[in-house]
């Protein structure tokens, strides 16, 4: 009996990035809407990926299993 193929999480997949040492990056939250009273230094802030806490990393990587790259 053949073994089962693990399946990608298509939502987690379009959220998180695979970096080149192996950990996950993710986009940052408060940049879709309501941004004109957000300063400029914040949203400044805000436009670079953060990197995934190692509490979460294991559940991403649970659900990106299938992911090569």
Do not use: C, Y
């Amino acid at each position: 009996m053949a073994k089962q193929k693990l399946k990608t999480n298509k939502s987690a997949a379009k959220r998180f990035k695979k970096t080149g040492s192996g950990g996950f990056k993710h986009r940052q939250s408060h940049r879709n809407h309501i941004l004109t009273k957000k300063p400029n230094k914040r949203m400044r802030h805000l436009r670079h990926m953060k990197q995934i806490k190692p509490s979460d990393e294991a559940t991403i990587r649970q659900m990106l299993a299938a992911v090569k790259s």
